[in-house]
């Protein structure tokens, strides 16, 4: 199932713009530091998750979620309160698309943690360690295609509304329940390729 | 526009909703909050405050204690990373990088000059167009002319490339000496400076090897990252790949 290149290295058809104030409405936004302290505290985490789930390993997504903050410390101003979780979600995109593309060019070796893909498909008793279960998650979210990918995991692992997936891609909203609908299929179809294996998880 | 029910709600107990829980319960470190409350410049308040104070004391004690404890080396050296916060005078390549490609512009290239023997007050330094969205407030410095008669005599703003130089020198000296707290200190001085930053790559390079030697090896990594995006085939990048390396073998 693991296609051997992570989707994420493919080029989206098209790099949404980050979601700030036009050039013309720069810095009408409070940039106080509890403002940004509040939004590192109250965002840290899904960002990082993000980017682990668009397959950064742990240490690519450490510094990918302190750049983010860092683009987002520098543009606060420029940052619409109500859209701070989209300006984070797409620059994260971003950015975690710019550490595949490093990770390619260094010829790295993958991620020793990521690369623990299974010989044979794990009983129920081993997927209660998370670790192997999110391993299990990378793969099936890896053989999607990013398009799809990013959607699913935003609506079912970050709990995004399709209206918020909309404004962080910068899609109209049919096609977010367009591609949440074929992401799902993917996915299922996914689990139940797992389910049918002999020695899988019934 | 209707949202469908999540799959971790309408499956709860079977695989689909247990590789979805899996994903949706991993969380970073602890230390990474405390870093990046650092490295964005608010870190210090909340320190000061004694909010998230496990998290600090887990993170950035450690390092501050390897370095001598005299002053809050990690403090300093992540609070440099946060551009922003200190006026916005170093570039942190990789995020800047994103930025530029999203924005069409080219990343800034500060090349290291040799010190001429004087050029007090020096001509403003030719300096790429920084992308539109992300111009960095900076002084603009014309380049000088003769002031009339009755203008008063005004120090330029802009250090001249000889107090860069004089900067960066101390922070060599500093580090050849094992004070690499005293280095990054003067390095901040220098980031602080106003001005383009000529010697920004030198005080790069002097930074990240302060940084390894005060045992703040994930902050030395970030700068070395950082300097490889600035200059990927610049005189440093050597050093600046066998950091990372090194950092990489180390975790």
Known sequence: MHTGVSPIERPLAS????????SGERARFPAAPARLEGLVKRELRPVWRLLRRVGLSEAEADDATQQVFIVASRRMSEIDPARERAFLFSTALHIGRRAHRSRARRREDEDDELVSRRDSVPGLDELLDQKRARALLDELLAAMSDDLRVVFVLYEIEELTMAEIAQVLELPPGTVASRLRRARTDFQSGVARLE???GGPR | MTDP???LDSDGAGLSAALLRAGREEGPSEKLLSDTLLAVGVGAAVAGAGA?????AAGSSGAMLKAGGTTSLTTLAIKWLGIGAVGGVVTVGAAVGVEDRMHAAPAPQL???APP???EPRAAAPKPSPGPALAEPEPQVAAPTTPPPSAPSIKPAVPSIAEETRAIDQARRELSAGNASGALGTLDTYDRLPGPHRLQ???LLLRMDA???AGNAGAARVVAKSLLDQSPSGPHAARARQVVGSVAQKE
Request: aromatic letters at 0%.
């Open chain 1, 15 to 22: 790099e949404p713009p980050l979601p700030v104030a036009s």
């Open chain 2, 211 to 213: 940084l390894v030697k």
């Open chain 2, 111 to 113: 090349a290291v000059v």
């Open chain 2, 5 to 7: 029910e999540r799959l």
């Open chain 2, 201 to 203: 790559q030198e005080a």
């Open chain 2, 52 to 56: 998230a104070a496990s998290a600090l």
């Open chain 2, 117 to 119: 023997a004087s050029v």
């Open chain 1, 196 to 198: 049918k294996t002999p």
